[in-house]
């Protein structure tokens, strides 16, 4: 819990690096974005050949005409 308690701030707090990934998938390890795609199928491909079996948070950032609901 205490990982995505910390990924939740990084997010919070590196806003607008998100957002020009929008409408994209992306992956956060350690503090930073190492991967995005247009599917989630990209982003994990793209993040698995260049960190291996770490792994990261992925996360869909919506465009600013889609609506995002949190259940």
Known sequence: M????REHEWLVDHHAEVEKHSGRWI????????AD??????????AKSEHGEKTPLFLYVPKKSEEFLIL
């Open 27 to 34: 992956a956060i390890l350690e503090g930073r974005i190492i």
């Open 37 to 46: 795609g247009k599917s989630l199928e990209q982003a994990r491909d793209k």
């Open 2 to 5: 205490a990982s995505l308690q």
